[in-house]
């Protein structure tokens, strides 16, 4: 099995940038799927972004695709996520994810997931 830990979290100010990391250990993360997911309070655990296992198929939520950059650096087994221009409604708990199979914009299809890191974004 795979682990994952996610990091680069924290309070930022409205129009900050933030990268996060999902670091992989146990496997080899290429082999994976990797998904990024988030969940304010109140609400249900929402997809973000995903990019499959080659890094040439990437998917974000329609509404996030001009602030969101999903990238992978297999060298140090790790996926990012690049938020530009962050706003209010961003905060949340932003969970990593990863499966085997092909990419998918479900939280139930993913079978691995990591503690998340928290995302505090002030006005």
């Known amino acids: 099995q795979v682990q994952l830990v996610e990091s680069g979290g924290g309070l930022v100010q409205a129009g900050d940038s933030l990268r996060l990391s999902c670091a992989a250990s146990?496997?080899?993360?290429?082999?994976?799927?990797v998904g990024w997911f988030r969940q304010a309070p109140g609400k249900e655990r929402e997809f973000v972004s995903a990019?499959?296992?080659?890094?040439?198929?990437?998917y974000h939520a329609h509404s996030e695709k001009d602030r969101f950059t999903i990238s992978r650096d297999n060298t140090r087994n790790t996926v990012y996520l690049q938020i530009n221009n962050l706003k209010f409604e961003d905060t949340a708990v932003y969970y990593c994810?990863?499966?085997?199979?092909?990419?998918?914009?479900?939280?139930?299809?993913?079978?691995?997931w990591g503690q998340g890191t928290q995302v505090t974004v002030s006005s």
């Open positions: 994810a990863a499966r085997t199979s092909v990419l998918s914009t479900s939280a139930h299809d993913y079978i691995y």
């Open positions: 146990g496997r080899t993360l290429s082999t994976y799927t």
């Open positions: 990019v499959g296992r080659t890094g040439l198929n990437l």
